[in-house]
């Protein structure tokens, strides 16, 4: 089945420096990608979408200019947190779909990163 | 807006059947899904219905529909302590990639032996 890789695990970082969050899909062509960020026992919230070669879409309240989201390869999406805070302590989630696109819309998960800003 | 609605927490013996319930305000989704969130992991898709069907069932999960009520609930026969985890329910609605997921918050299954 779609394999999606996220790197690093976990991270933890002083406040005021960037991170950078990796989403790859290991054996399918991922022509959009989704970024979700989970707090304890709260759902997941969509932060943005990013389809291969374009600009991400954000949802309302997703500060575009904190969370960059580059999408420049069919198997690859990153995300930066820059200037991080601890507020910014979340588990954040990739998923991706692509081609050939599944008939029920299905997104493929990434394990997710915990990141924790000191 | 759209909106989904899980209770957050049932516990249940391991051989019994669980039901986990999930309501729904927008009655314009095109699927609906289960997904399973094990302890630091992603989400793992279980099952999905669409939304013009009343019932799927594979194998220990039956997932049931009820468009009136804006109603769905995911049965799993013979729970195993396996089964314990987070359970989300999500709603679509649009076509192709683009398909943007609502998620409810999830309900915690606990399985005792």
């Known amino acids: 089945g779609a394999v999606v890789s996220q790197h690093p695990s976990w991270v933890i970082c002083k406040s005021g420096t960037s991170v950078k969050i990796e989403c790859r899909s290991l054996d399918f062509q991922a022509t959009t990608m989704f970024w979700y960020r989970q707090f304890p026992k709260q759902s997941l919230m969509l932060m943005a979408t990013?389809?291969?070669?374009?600009?991400?879409?954000?949802e309302q309240g997703v500060e575009k200019d904190k969370f960059l989201i580059n999408h420049a390869s069919l198997t690859l999406s990153t995300l930066t947190v820059t200037s991080a805070h601890p507020e910014d302590s979340s588990f954040y989630i990739c998923s991706a779909s692509g081609t050939p696109q599944s008939s029920y819309n299905e997104q493929f998960f990434g394990p997710g990163t915990r990141l924790t800003v000191l | 807006g759209e909106d989904v609605e899980q209770s957050l927490f049932l516990s249940v013996r391991e051989g019994d059947s669980s039901v986990i319930n999930c309501t729904y305000t927008d009655s314009s989704s095109t699927y609906l899904y289960w997904y399973k969130q094990e302890p630091g992991a992603g989400l793992q898709l279980l099952t999905y219905?669409?939304?013009?069907?009343d019932m799927k069932q594979d194998q220990r999960l039956t997932v049931l529909l009820n468009k009136k009520d804006k109603h769905l609930s995911l049965r799993i026969a013979d729970t195993q302590t396996g089964d314990s985890a987070i359970y989300f329910c999500?709603?679509?609605?649009?076509?192709?990639?683009?398909?943007?997921?609502?998620f409810g918050k999830g309900t915690k299954l606990s399985v005792k032996p």
């Open positions: 990013s389809n291969e070669g374009s600009k991400a879409t954000y």
């Open positions: 999500a709603e679509s609605f649009y076509g192709g990639s683009q398909g943007n997921l609502i």
């Open positions: 219905i669409f939304s013009n069907m």
